[in-house]
């Protein structure tokens, strides 16, 4: 298979005001797993593999002009795989204009990898052969289900937390990755629901999908913000358990506050609280490609640039603290 490659109890400083889940499990204590998960006695996937490509935006129609025409300073571009596995037009000569100045990364929202579904040969093939043709980075999608019975729900749904959702999932990322010829990367993603048959914490089930299938992960810092406001839960805690090894990219982005409930809308600046969290994972993984994500009410692209342009300022400087920290 080709292969690309400050301790806890700082709540405060994200503006988190939540009760700790009570001790123990979330859903009780579970019953210990009848089998094992396989673990990797030494694990193919290594992140040197993957390019350190720096701070990007997600490549957007109403940018696509600017960026053609004046080739703006940015390190990388994130693109919707789906909008560009298309047989010709203007989509693919953009992709083209793009890529003959700027590393791209393919990210995709149809996978569907948590289905019961079949997985979509057509849709992987068609995904190969881009993949072929634009020689991304990387290749990523996220950890949900989309649709079942052949209807598309249009939505990133949620996945009970199972040992046996970890072997479905897993083993399914195993075939897409065989069939890619290349290791891709997960993605969490923020939710609204919790399923009752759940016996796993979000993070645990993330993991154990990444190592199972041993396969990258990219960690998006709002969802976790998001969901944990959502569901109680700290941030800190899924942030800390996360394996460092795994993580490849993060995401960083806005979202909608309904006063009950946050909404991962990619309308908005990143909240304060959000980049708090961000400066802790730098902490913990280190130097991790970064991805501006604004889907919604798309500003001038010179406010996507500042945004990057902030998330490497931080992260310099939450680096800068850890070894200031490391030599007391």
């Not at 009970?160 to 970890?166: D, S």
């Amino acid at each position: 298979m080709y292969r690309q490659g400050r301790p806890s109890g700082r709540g405060e400083e994200l503006g988190l005001c939540h009760k700790r889940r009570r001790e123990g499990h979330a859903h009780g204590t579970p019953p210990p797993w009848a089998t094992p998960f396989r673990r990797f006695s030494s694990s193919t996937m290594n992140r040197s593999d993957f390019a350190p490509l720096g701070f990007g935006v997600g490549l957007r129609r109403p940018h696509y002009v600017h960026i053609l025409e004046q080739h703006p300073p940015m390190d990388w571009f994130e693109v919707i795989s789906e909008n560009f596995m298309v047989e010709g037009g203007r989509p693919l000569e953009v992709l083209e204009g793009v890529r003959a100045h700027y590393p791209v990364v393919m990210h995709g929202v149809s996978l569907s990898i948590g289905s019961s579904d079949p997985l979509n040969r057509a849709y992987l093939d068609t995904l190969r052969a881009a993949a072929r043709r634009f020689e991304p980075a990387w290749v990523s999608d996220h950890l949900c289900w989309t649709g079942v019975g052949g209807h598309n729900l249009h939505d990133l749904l949620p996945l009970p937390y199972t040992e046996e959702a970890v072997r479905h999932v897993a083993g399914r990322i195993r075939q897409v990755q065989d069939i890619l010829e290349r290791t891709i990367l997960i993605e969490n993603v923020s939710s609204y629901m919790a399923f009752r048959s759940s016996r796993l914490e979000e993070w645990e089930f993330l993991t154990a999908v990444a190592e199972e299938a041993d396969c990258a992960i990219l960690l998006d810092i709002n969802n976790i913000f998001v969901s944990a406001f959502n569901h109680r839960f700290d941030p800190l805690r899924y942030v800390d358990a996360v394996p460092v090894e795994r993580v490849v990219q993060f995401h960083l982005a806005g979202h909608s506050d309904h006063g009950s409930y946050l909404l991962d809308t990619h309308d908005h600046p990143i909240r304060a609280e959000v980049w708090a969290l961000y400066e802790h994972a730098v902490r913990r993984f280190g130097r991790v490609p970064t991805l501006i994500e604004w889907d919604d009410n798309i500003p001038d692209f010179e406010v996507l640039a500042a945004a990057a342009a902030e998330a490497r300022r931080r992260c310099d400087l939450a680096l800068d603290s850890k070894r200031l920290h490391a030599a007391e």
